[in-house]
């Protein structure tokens, strides 16, 4: 299946490489489909959109042609005093998808309904796409156009990582300030905008054989959102390999495409 790709479009017409997202989309659709966004992973302070080319792909593929797949970048954090911190990777990551559903010029965009958005994350992605869901900015209009949100491996509980892995002390404390952490997990704000999220769906994707982030993270954040009244949630903890490699499996790929269509 021959999938066009465009890198490198700037969302915030900044020219900063971290304000630019890849776009893939085939070059013979059977109609107008909905819009994959991809928020890479990296304990906020590592990635970049060009390392997830193979997932991407994967997903247009194993949907026949019947996704449009968009991979960002956003800033990420260092040690420097000046560094990007929370909530500034959120603030990208709503920025590229107000970019998708506003801007009028870029390719591929002429075959995507925007009305059907799904956010997709990893790790530190996952947790982007859930706040985006779950604590939306007053300044972010475009709620109604996400349908769904699947996190594969995220961190949705701040404090009960700290917890169990004491050790990820130092990429936190490199993103977050500790009076954050409650107000920047989505196991924590669930419950509190569920009156303007209640129409988005969950997937909460956890591989068995992930050796950085334990399944009780999907576990615990797919039950808060099942008491808090979300009506389509699912939780998948299986074997689909480690960390990393969980986003090169075929069914992965597979379940984000039948979560979607």
Same mark, same amino acid.
């Given at each position: 299946m021959?999938?066009?790709?465009h890198e ?8 900063s490489?971290r304000h ?6 085939p070059?013979?659709?059977p109609?107008i489909?909905? $819009?994959?966004?991809?928020i890479?992973?990296?304990a906020?302070?590592?990635?970049d959109?060009?390392? *997830?080319?193979q997932?991407a792909?994967?997903i247009?593929n194993a949907?026949? #042609? ?11 954090s260092t040690?420097s005093?000046?560094s ?9 990551? +709503? ?6 559903v506003t801007?009028?010029?870029?390719p591929g965009?002429s075959?995507?309904d925007h009305?059907?958005?799904f ?10 796409s859930?706040? +985006?869901?779950?604590?939306p900015?007053?300044?972010?209009a ?6 769904g949100? $699947?996190?594969?491996a995220?961190?949705? #509980?701040i404090?009960?990582l700290?917890?169990t892995n ?12 500790t ?9 924590c704000v669930?419950?509190k905008f569920?009156d303007?999220a209640?129409?988005?769906?969950? +997937?909460?994707?956890?591989s068995c ?6 399944p009780?993270q999907?576990?615990? *954040? ?12 699912? $939780?998948?903890?299986k074997d ?7 986003l090169l #499996?075929?069914?992965?790929w597979?379940m984000?495409?039948r *979560?979607?269509?």
């Open positions: 021959k999938i066009q790709v490198d479009i700037s969302y915030l017409f900044d020219n490489q630019k997202l890849d776009i893939y989309f070059q013979i659709s109609a489909v909905p $819009l994959v966004v991809y890479h992973g990296g906020w302070r590592t990635g959109k060009s390392e *997830f080319r997932i792909k994967g247009i949907s026949q #042609n019947r996704l449009v797949v968009a991979v960002i970048n956003y800033e990420l040690r005093a000046d990007p911190r929370h909530p500034e990777h959120l603030n990208d990551a +709503m920025a590229a998808v107000r970019f998708l801007d009028q010029s870029y965009r075959i995507i009305d059907q958005v956010l997709v994350g990893h790790s530190a992605g996952a947790h982007l859930a706040l +985006m869901a779950l604590a900015h007053p300044h972010f475009h709620l109604d156009n996400i349908k949100v $699947l996190g594969i995220g961190i949705y #509980n404090p009960k700290l917890r004491p050790e990820y002390c130092d990429f936190i404390d490199m993103a977050f300030d009076s954050q952490h409650d107000d920047a997990s989505p196991h669930a419950r569920h303007k209640g129409h988005v769906r969950f +997937m909460v994707v956890n054989k992930d050796e950085l982030v334990a009780g999907a576990t615990d *954040f797919a039950a808060r959102l099942v008491t808090t009244g979300y009506t389509d949630v699912t $939780l998948v903890v689909l390999g480690t960390h990393d490699g969980a #499996n075929q069914e992965l597979n984000i495409v *979560f979607i269509i």
